[in-house]
Antibody, heavy 122, light 105 residues
Framework: QLQLQESGPGLVKPSETLSLTCTVS??????????WGWIRQPPGKGLEWIASIYYNAATYYNPSLKSRVTTSADTSKNQISLNLNSVTAADTAVYYC??????????????WGQGTLVTVSS | EIVMTQSPATLSVFVGERVILSCRASQSVSNNLAWYQQKPGQAPRLLMY???TRATGIPARFSGSGSGTHFTLTISSLQSEDFAIYHCQQYSTWLTFGGGTKVEI
């Protein structure tokens, strides 16, 4: 059964870089059948797509975050990673990774990891 | 950016009631729409994609309809385990989510 597990620091200082890893088990990210995505949810608010990556490093970024985001894939570890730089309090959120279904376009997310809360504070 | 608007923000209902949730897009997304259910402290779970196709394991009491700019998610007879927040997501042009509808007692 597919499982996704996010990991990384729970507290990041303003202006620094938020770095998270998602470890995938039960499927290989290099199978090429899916993209792998990052989504966040500020406390009490809605969901925001951040980025999605294919095993060969093809990436799509939310245009509103593109200038601050990079994502990468490590097929040897079956992991994807997210870096968000120059963070502010507005980046405080639960960050999820998810399997991203696609066809001619990117589709929906299923399943999702349990999420990890990242707080931006000094 | 395509803006997704969900209404109402909160819906107070009873077990056994028929529930209809609305999701509107600021421009046509064809049928490129998904619905998710999110319970407190949990990650979202895919309910529906292609506006009307139930995801694996989703009970038949959930149904989706719509195309273009207006979509609905219907729960034919609300069960206690259905109290949650429901999110819609368009994937026609990039990916954007609605603000969610909370279904509460």
């Amino acid at each position: 059964q597919l499982q996704l597990q996010e990991s990384g620091p729970g507290l990041v200082k303003p202006s620094e870089t938020l770095s998270l890893t998602c470890t995938v088990s039960g499927d290989s990210i290099s199978s090429g059948r899916y993209y792998w995505g990052w989504i966040r949810q500020p406390p009490g608010k809605g969901l925001e797509w951040i980025a999605s990556i294919y095993y060969n490093a093809a990436t799509y970024y939310n245009p509103s975050l593109k200038s601050r985001v990079t994502t990468s894939a490590d097929t040897s570890k079956n992991q994807i990673s997210l870096n968000l730089n120059s963070v502010t309090a507005a980046d405080t959120a639960v960050y999820y990774c998810a399997r991203h279904h696609y066809g001619t376009i990117l589709f929906y997310f299923d399943p999702w990891g349990q999420g990890t809360l990242v707080t931006v504070s000094s | 950016e395509i803006v997704m608007t969900q209404s109402p923000a909160t819906l107070s209902v009873f077990v056994g009631e028929r529930v209809i949730l609305s999701c509107r897009a600021s421009q046509s997304v064809s049928n490129n729409l998904a619905w998710y259910q999110q319970k407190p402290g949990q990650a979202p779970r895919l309910l529906m994609y292609g506006a009307s196709t139930r995801a694996t394991g989703i009970p038949a009491r959930f149904s989706g309809s719509g195309s273009g700019t207006h979509f609905t998610l219907t729960i034919s007879s609300l069960q206690s385990e259905d109290f949650a927040i429901y999110h819609c997501q368009q994937y026609s042009t990039w990916l954007t989510f609605g603000g969610g509808t909370k279904v509460e007692i």
